[in-house]
């Protein structure tokens, strides 16, 4: 988030569901939609504002024609969010 400028993207492809669900996860808390809580990570900080936007409402997949030119692209999602200007979260560590 700090790296990233307003307007900058953020375009990410993963190759296997366990990677698609940390990805779908950090973006949605991002974005404003909250996400389920886990003891594991990290809480963040209440009342903030989106960081990201989406600009793919469900990942991004490879047509048919793609998977019989590239077999190991069958199992490729892509998922993409733009900055915007709020100011980047910060995380608080949990005891």
């Known amino acids: 988030e700090k790296i990233l400028t307003a307007g900058g993207r ?9 990677e698609d669900r940390i990805v ?3 973006f949605r ?6 996400s389920n809580p886990s003891r594991h990570r990290p809480t963040l900080r209440a009342g903030h504002s989106p960081s990201f936007r989406l ?9 048919a ?7 190991r692209a ?3 999602r892509l998922r993409a969010v733009e900055r915007t200007s709020a100011a980047p979260w ?4 949990v005891a």
């Open 74 to 76: 069958r199992s490729a």
């Open 10 to 18: 953020l375009v990410v492809v993963s190759f296997h569901s366990l």
């Open 55 to 63: 600009l793919t409402a469900r990942p991004v997949r490879p047509k």
């Open 65 to 71: 024609c793609e998977i019989s030119a590239n077999p």
């Open 90 to 93: 910060l995380l608080k560590a």
């Open 24 to 26: 779908k996860n950090f």
């Open 29 to 34: 808390e991002r974005v404003g939609r909250g």
